[in-house]
């Protein structure tokens, strides 16, 4: 490792998409097993039948949304990412499955049919404001058929201190760098990422629409914003493994699940 440094700023979607997203995870063994399990679980606790719609928001790389099709279900995925939504696409029809997708923000999509199901993984729920992370559940609604069910996937509040920095990881690139910063005014965790290679190059992210980070909601405040838009039977989970148990205070994620009544 160089003993001096320079310092470079990529692309959000350099960095987050096809850096973190692409390069890392989606050739990643125990990301793979990991994304076959959540499927698994959205399967048991959506009560997923092949045939079945199903809207993947925040969709990334695809790998979900390319599973559930592979078990039959008619998988659309968004993303505001336009490199991770071509990369999903072009998996999809590599691998001869009908999933589409389509580059969009969860904060004022719109769909010209209700899904049966709707989905929100890898903790992608909570970027936007308050106000816009509500909107988010009203769209969310209005694009759930009656009858149907959602899962959302949010940042654990009780969790936070796992996430406070500096964190680090080995790369065959270099170190990955992460320095967590919580507000508790605002209940949001963000920090930068930074990528620190052998010869001294120090990769920084440039403009990122996730820079203020994710807002943290507690189980309350999410039941309520649910219940106000009019979801019922909410459920709250703590991890990905069958069978789905209770959202505890040091689960490492937090998993919920509603109904749009008929």
């Given at each position: 490792?160089?003993?001096?440094?320079?310092?470079?700023?990529?692309?959000?979607?350099?960095?987050?998409?096809?850096?973190?997203?692409?390069?890392?995870?989606?050739?990643?063994?125990?990301?793979?097993?990991?994304?076959?399990?959540?499927?698994?679980?959205?399967?048991?606790?959506?009560?997923?039948?092949?045939?079945?719609?199903?809207?993947?928001?925040?969709?990334?790389?695809?790998?979900q949304?390319?599973?559930?099709?592979?078990?039959?279900?008619?998988?659309?995925?968004?993303?505001?990412?336009?490199?991770?939504?071509?990369?999903?696409?072009?998996?999809?029809?590599?691998?001869?499955?009908?999933?589409?997708?389509?580059?969009?923000?969860?904060?004022?999509?719109t769909?010209?049919?209700?899904?049966?199901?709707?989905?929100?993984?890898?903790?992608?729920f909570?970027?936007?404001?308050?106000?816009?992370?509500?909107?988010?559940?009203?769209?969310?609604?209005?694009?759930?058929?009656?009858?149907?069910?959602?899962?959302?996937?949010?940042?654990?509040?009780?969790?936070?201190?796992?996430?406070?920095?500096?964190?680090?990881?080995?790369?065959?690139?270099?170190?990955?760098?992460?320095?967590g910063?919580?507000?508790?005014?605002?209940?949001?965790?963000?920090?930068?990422?930074?990528?620190?290679?052998?010869?001294?190059?120090?990769?920084?992210?440039?403009?990122n629409?996730?820079?203020?980070?994710?807002?943290?909601?507690?189980?309350?405040?999410?039941?309520?914003?649910?219940?106000?838009?009019g979801?019922?039977?909410?459920?709250?989970?703590?991890?990905?493994?069958?069978?789905?148990?209770?959202?505890?205070?040091?689960?490492?994620?937090?998993?919920?699940?509603?109904?749009?009544?008929?």
């Open positions: 490792m160089s003993n001096t440094f320079s310092y470079t700023e990529k692309t959000w979607e350099e960095f987050w998409a096809e850096f973190w997203r692409i390069k890392l995870l989606a050739n990643d063994d125990a990301a793979i097993i990991k994304c076959e399990q959540v499927v698994d679980v959205c399967f048991h606790v959506l009560q997923m039948e092949p045939g079945m719609t199903l809207l993947d928001l925040g969709c990334g790389a695809g790998m949304a390319n599973l559930f099709a592979e078990r039959g279900i008619e998988a659309h995925g968004i993303d505001l990412s336009p490199t991770l939504v071509k990369y999903a696409q072009d998996q999809a029809s590599d691998r001869g499955l009908k999933t589409t997708f389509a580059a969009g923000d969860m904060r004022d999509f769909v010209d049919e209700p899904y049966d199901r709707v989905t929100v993984l890898g903790m992608s909570g970027f936007g404001t308050d106000e816009e992370n509500e909107q988010t559940l009203h769209n969310i609604w209005d694009a759930t058929k009656a009858g149907g069910k959602i899962l959302l996937t949010g940042q654990h509040p009780y969790t936070i201190s796992a996430h406070l920095g500096p964190e680090w990881m080995e790369l065959e690139d270099g170190f990955l760098l992460h320095r910063d919580f507000d508790p005014i605002s209940c949001r965790l963000g920090g930068p990422w930074q990528l620190v290679c052998p010869d001294g190059t120090v990769v920084l992210e440039g403009e629409p996730e820079a203020d980070g994710i807002r943290c909601y507690s189980v309350p405040e999410l039941r309520k914003l649910l219940t106000d838009i979801f019922t039977n909410v459920e709250f989970y703590g991890t990905w493994f069958l069978p789905p148990s209770e959202l505890q205070w040091f689960s490492m994620e937090l998993i919920l699940s509603a109904d749009k009544p008929k």
